[in-house]
């Protein structure tokens, strides 16, 4: 049941950082946020797509496949808008 919960969470957490990747992509700048943060939790991630499968948990790799994905894509966005600005 953990594994359910967690990888519950790591799927609900993608459609909340898509929020950021659509008002990124619609401003067009970066205004406050550091994409430093966000490339240690999408490391974070992409650890956690290794780690999952070795404690048989596979709705949290699930789960995980997802946010790690939209945290490249917000991380991506982040790093192309901030160059963009000097």
């Known amino acids: 049941m953990p594994d359910v919960i967690n990888g519950l969470f ?7 950082i ?11 700048a ?8 966000a490339m240690f939790f ?5 650890w956690n797509l290794y ?3 070795f404690l048989d948990q596979w709705f949290s790799f699930s789960g995980g496949i997802a946010i790690v994905t ?3 894509v917000w991380v991506g966005l982040l790093i192309y808008y901030s160059k963009r600005a000097i």
């Open 10 to 16: 790591e799927l609900l957490g993608a459609p909340f």
């Open 18 to 28: 898509l929020v950021s990747i659509v008002r990124l992509r619609k401003d067009k």
């Open 30 to 37: 970066v205004r406050g946020v550091s994409w430093i943060h």
């Open 42 to 46: 999408t490391a974070w991630g992409f």
């Open 51 to 53: 780690y999952y499968p």
């Open 70 to 72: 939209a945290n490249s």
